[in-house]
């Protein structure tokens, strides 16, 4: 393969790769915001955040660099946006208002895995012509990719860890007493999990059921 095959050739799994990610990411956080709106608080609306428009959520690091390293680096592509945000104190009611909020947005990523799966399904058992046979590949890789993408963000996120959004959805669902302790433990939540992650505790545990889900939406 010649050197310009091979630059295209990446070019061609960078966009396959990169369209859904950041799709899945910035809705993802709109719905955050979305919810929030509904049960009271506006200050997503007010900050700009409630758009499709990638401009006002990328983080350059979560949304750029590190997409791109795994990426390059052929491992499993992941990435976050700025958190949208939300006001907790302004929900009404409280506490399941912030259950929603926070679980709005990986349920919104398997609402998106599964309209995915949907349509390659519907992709691979359509008879194509030879003009349109590499687009239909193209769209078939892209789908797939957001298949995975939207699984992973979603299972990983409801990992029961603050910030992670599955942490909000415990912390609401606790009694109120346990609710507050463990609300105090957000502030050593992303030293957690890296030394999770360090452990492949994190891994050991969310990646089979990535690989259930997509095995059904599959």
Do not use: C
């Amino acid at each position: 393969m010649t050197e310009l095959s091979q630059h295209s050739q990446f070019l061609r799994t960078v966009l396959v790769w990169a369209v859904p990610t950041i799709f899945a990411i910035i809705v993802h956080e709109v719905m955050h915001g979305v919810v929030a709106r509904t049960f009271g608080d506006d200050t997503a609306a007010r900050a700009g955040r409630l758009t499709l428009n990638p401009l006002p959520h990328i983080d350059p690091v979560g949304t750029v660099l590190l997409p791109a390293i795994l990426l390059f680096l052929r491992l499993p592509v992941f990435g976050y946006a700025k958190p949208v945000p939300v006001d907790f104190r302004r929900l009404n009611p409280l506490r399941v208002g912030m259950i929603l909020v926070a679980a709005a947005g990986p349920l919104t990523n398997l609402a998106l895995a599964t309209v995915s799966a949907f349509l390659l399904r519907a992709i691979s058992h359509h008879e194509w012509s030879a003009n349109t046979v590499s687009t239909a590949q193209n769209a078939a890789q892209m789908l797939y990719a957001s298949v995975l993408i939207n699984v992973m963000l979603a299972v990983f996120n409801l990992f029961p860890l603050l910030p992670l959004d599955g942490g909000r959805v415990l912390t609401g669902l606790l009694p109120l007493r346990l609710a507050r302790s463990y609300a105090r433990l957000e502030r050593y939540g992303f030293l957690i999990l890296l030394l999770l992650l360090s452990t492949n505790l994190v891994d050991t545990v969310i990646t089979p059921i990535i690989n259930a889900v997509v095995g059904v939406l599959l």
